[in-house]
């Protein structure tokens, strides 16, 4: 069993940056890809972002170029930077492990 713990949600300005946090503990030799989904009000939960243990990373079309996942092992923690916000990317952020672990989800909100 893996836990996860997001962090690093807030509200922000279009244009502003935001750095989320996915802490994991537990059985974590098991996970062989991280990432992130969100969603938003009254919209189905889409996939973000997902890297492998190797480092292997993989963006939706509509974050690419202004998002960047990463991961530091020696913490069991992978990070989101989400650079160029736009009120569209506003919604709740999920922070998952394979094969099936979810973390309890942060609120991200854009808006002036």
């Known amino acids: 069993q893996v836990q996860l713990v997001e962090s690093g949600g807030g509200l922000v300005q279009p244009g502003g940056s935001l750095r989320l946090s996915c802490a994991a503990s537990?059985?974590?030799?098991?996970?062989?890809?991280m990432g992130w989904y969100r969603q938003a009000p009254g919209k189905e939960r889409e996939w973000v972002a997902t890297?492998?243990?190797?480092?292997?990373?993989n963006y939706a079309d509509s974050v690419k170029g202004r998002f960047t996942i990463s991961r530091d092992n020696a913490k069991n923690t992978v990070y989101l930077q989400m650079n160029s916000l736009k009120p569209e990317d506003t919604g709740v952020y999920y922070c998952?492990?394979?094969?099936?672990?979810w973390g309890q989800g942060t609120q991200v909100t854009i808006s002036s």
């Open positions: 537990g059985s974590i030799f098991s996970i062989s890809y």
């Open positions: 890297i492998t243990s190797g480092g292997y990373t």
């Open positions: 998952y492990a394979s094969p099936t672990s």
